[in-house]
């Protein structure tokens, strides 16, 4: 059995020290790992790993550090930010496991994951991923995007002009659905049961092209996974903030 933190004070300080020196092994099963394939001059992620393992319940929790960016005090909020969402998962792990325990339920685990999902033109885009495994899986995807040069942070809303824009882009969605299972007969989505965008809908900018992630079994099979739809800038351009030069 692996070792198994259950003062978080500790487990924060901890962590803390692993996230912002890189040492590696800086206990409770933490390693720093930097993200394949990622050039020094360039933003990069690192990882802490926090991980819990005995019978019937398991947890491996990414602690991503981002670096690479050339905007320290940026880096800074977002790796106390990224500490703080992983010691908040292991909370909630430990506490859900102490409760099926008690009840005698079976088998919990829980894993988190990040990575660049997209860089460029002064942007970047973060993808984390929540999988919770019980009798079956499930998926939560959410992003994190982010102006190199302002180091702000951008939301959906902060494109379009006004709040209009959660008809037109489901339209447009449920259009590149068909279009898709068109080409491919093994595709299936909800078509009479796709919801419509959110407000706070998961996206990233990639190329100046917007992305709209919908989770796991929210438009299509759980077997399909999370699902990714590039939205084309031209039938969107009329509601687009005037102030936005992400989109092209």
Same mark, same amino acid.
């Given at each position: 059995m692996k070792k198994v933190v259950r003062n978080f004070k500790v487990m924060a300080v901890l962590l803390a020290a692993a996230a912002f020196s890189f040492s590696?092994?800086?206990?409770?099963?933490?390693?720093?790992?930097?993200?394949?394939g990622k050039a020094k001059a360039e933003p990069q992620l690192a990882f802490s790993t926090i991980t819990h393992q005995e019978e019937?319940?398991?947890?491996?929790?990414?602690?991503p550090i981002l670096r690479g960016t050339g905007?320290?005090? =940026? !880096?800074?909020r977002l790796n106390e930010r990224f500490l703080e969402d992983a010691v908040a998962v292991y909370r909630s792990f430990v506490l859900r496991m102490g409760e099926m325990k008690n009840m005698g339920a079976g088998y919990f685990s829980i894993a988190t994951a990040s990575r660049i999902a997209a860089h460029g033109n002064g942007l970047l885009s973060l993808?984390?991923?929540?999988?919770?495994?019980m009798a079956s899986s499930g998926t939560l995807v959410r992003f994190d995007n982010i102006d190199l040069g302002t180091g702000r942070e951008i939301a959906l809303s902060d494109l379009f002009k006004d709040d209009r824009y959660t008809k037109p882009l489901t339209k447009i969605v449920k259009s590149l659905m068909k279009e898709e299972m068109k080409k491919d007969k093994a595709t299936a989505?909800? =078509? !009479?049961?796709?919801p419509e965008v959110r407000k706070d809908q998961p996206f990233y900018i990639e190329d100046g092209k917007l992305v709209l992630v919908f989770d796991q079994g929210t438009v299509a099979p759980?077997?399909?996974?999370?699902r990714s739809f590039v939205i084309p800038t031209k039938p969107i351009k009329g509601l687009l903030a005037p102030s936005q030069s992400y989109l092209k």
């Open positions: 590696a092994g800086a206990g409770y099963a933490a390693q720093v790992t930097p993200e394949a019937a319940f398991e947890a491996s929790i990414q602690v905007n320290a005090e =940026l !880096e800074k993808e984390h991923r929540v999988t919770e495994t989505y909800f =078509l !009479e049961e796709v759980y077997s399909m996974g999370a």
